[in-house]
């Protein structure tokens, strides 16, 4: 069946350095990727939508500058925080639409812990 | 391993008939539950959660589940579907050791005026 990978799955960092997480289709091409933030105990929060190609779709009240999304193929989209504080300490994850039956598909997650 | 497991892959109903979803976990201990729905085009939006106390949990649209912890199971029911319910269903289970959210592999209803 597909498969969405996501990496890291865990990452610890330091306060004021930047994170990068990759999600990728491994094997289906995805047109929208969108990524999703879990607070804990709590249910998804939509993040933002990404479109292979353009500019990604920000929800309501998320800091563009802060979570950089790219999606420069129909395989991988990456999350960026940048400037990781404390308070960005969550559970992140992605999911894919597929080109060909647009079914939807989660990565696995990514613990992030900002010290 | 923990998992979250929806045996229906797609259903096929016609109007009015009742629909149930099956959804199996095997995590132990305490779990917070969900379903989310995705409309054709468009992204997941929560249907119902189960947290604590009654264990039958009713949603938007006229859904409900039942908690039934002896069968690790939160099945999604609705007693009489319309054509705008066709979508993919996605169960969802926390489990409180982990604080980390599983999905199945959802389900696809389609249902016929």
């Keep these: 069946g597909a498969v969405v990978s996501q990496h890291p799955s865990w990452v610890i960092c330091k306060s004021g350095t930047s994170v990068k997480i990759e999600c990728r289709s491994l094997d289906f091409q995805a047109t929208t990727m969108f990524w999703y933030r879990q607070f804990p105990k709590q249910s998804l929060m939509l993040m933002a939508t990404s479109n292979e190609g353009s500019k990604a779709t920000y929800e309501q009240g998320v800091e563009k500058d802060k979570f950089l999304i790219n999606h420069a193929s129909l395989t991988l989209s990456t999350l960026t925080v940048t400037s990781a504080h404390p308070e960005d300490s969550s559970f992140y994850i992605c999911s894919a639409r597929s080109l060909t039956n647009e079914k939807l598909f989660f990565g696995s997650g990514t613990q992030l812990s900002v010290l | ?113």
């Design chain 2, 1 to 113: 391993a923990q998992s979250v497991s929806q045996h229906n892959h797609h259903v096929i109903l016609s109007e009015a008939a009742s629909l149930e979803l099956g959804c199996n976990y095997s995590y132990g201990g305490t779990v917070n539950l969900f379903w989310y729905v995705q409309y054709p085009g468009q992204h997941l939006q929560l249907l119902l959660k189960y947290f604590s106390g009654d264990p039958l949990v009713k949603g938007i649209k006229g859904f409900e589940a039942e908690f039934i912890k002896s069968k690790f199971s939160f099945n999604l029911r609705k007693p009489s579907v319309q054509w705008s319910d066709t979508a993919e269903y996605f169960c969802a289970v926390i489990s409180l050791n982990t604080d980390k959210l599983i999905f199945g592999t959802g389900t696809r209803l389609q249902v016929f005026p």
